[in-house]
């Protein structure tokens, strides 16, 4: 295993243009969860074409595309098996239209020591037709067993929530073929789907994708917290700090605070964190 961050950071990825419709909106809040009172106006809101709301989250799902290639970096010469997603965040520069298309510009924008693991950290930037930016994604990767090479430990950027009792409880509801949902937006990882994969993977059974209980997380806070109304993300992010099994329960916490609504998540069957360092930023 080889980590040169001369060669790798600043590398572009492959990029790529993407298209949506309603449709795809619908299916991804769908994956959600969305919808679980299909008579509610609210939840309406998310998944009946008329007045149709995007929850910001979706941007993981249009800037996906342009951030493949990550294997043919130069200086990036480590076990693909070994790579987990540790952290996502991103950054909405206005309201996400229920239908367009996007050009995704990708790069390795910094690559950290962490002793044990290299952390990647992949910027995908989506711009309109017109140029205009739409958001940006950071995607933050451990590639276990690449660290020691002696470079940038990085900063220290850990979230804690306030040493008080939240301010919101919300409790989800995970459906039992929620990643099987979910992963008709385009993630198709057979870990998601497959029980003899997941089982060589070390898990009893298919685990929800990581994404997925970002972009719940999310819809929690925006309904609990911004009274459903997802325009007002200008930012969000978490970090994955334990698995999801549908079927389960992802309980979301709250903390409002000047810097914005902290948050932490949770599956309460197990006892066990899911989502932390969560905060997600208003306009």
Same mark, same amino acid.
């Given at each position: ?163 008080? =009792? ?6 989800? /509801?995970?459906? $039992? ?7 008709? +937006? *385009?993630? @198709? ?67 409002? =605070? ?6 932490? /998540?949770?599956? $309460? ?7 932390? +360092? *969560?905060? @997600?930023?208003?306009?």
């Amino acid at each position: 295993m080889t980590i040169d961050t001369d060669l790798a950071v600043g590398t572009s990825l492959a990029g790529a243009t993407t298209t949506w419709t309603w449709q795809d909106v619908v299916l991804y809040h769908l994956g959600l969860g969305a919808g679980a009172d299909p008579v509610s106006p609210h939840e309406l809101a998310y998944t009946y074409e008329r007045d149709l709301h995007v929850l910001p989250t979706y941007a993981v799902i249009l800037a996906t595309p342009g951030v493949r290639g990550i294997e043919d970096v130069p200086g990036l010469d480590f076990d693909r098996t070994q790579m987990l997603h540790g952290e996502q965040e991103i950054e909405v520069f206005e309201p996400i239209p229920t239908e367009g298309t996007v050009e995704t510009s990708a790069r390795v924008a910094a690559i950290y020591d962490k002793g044990k693991a290299a952390l990647v950290v992949l910027e995908a930037e989506s711009r309109l037709a017109d140029g205009r930016p739409l958001f940006v994604n950071r995607y933050s990767l451990f590639a276990r067993g690449a660290g020691g090479f002696g470079g940038d430990p990085g900063p220290k950027e850990r979230i804690d929530p306030p040493d008080r =009792e939240p301010d919101n409880v919300v409790d989800v /509801a995970i459906l $039992p073929q929620q990643a099987l949902l979910y992963r008709l +937006s *385009g993630d @198709l990882n057979p870990l998601h789907a497959e029980p003899e994969f997941a089982r060589r993977a070390g898990f009893r059974r298919p685990i929800l994708h990581g994404l997925c209980s970002f972009g719940i997380a999310c819809k929690a806070v925006v309904d609990g917290r911004l009274a459903g109304d997802p325009k007002r993300v200008a930012r969000f992010r978490a970090r994955f700090a334990g698995v999801v099994y549908p079927g389960e329960t992802l309980r979301v916490r709250m903390w409002g =605070e000047a810097a914005g609504i902290h948050l932490e /998540a949770s599956v $309460p069957e197990r006892d066990a964190p899911a989502l932390a +360092s *969560g905060l @997600l930023v208003t306009r």
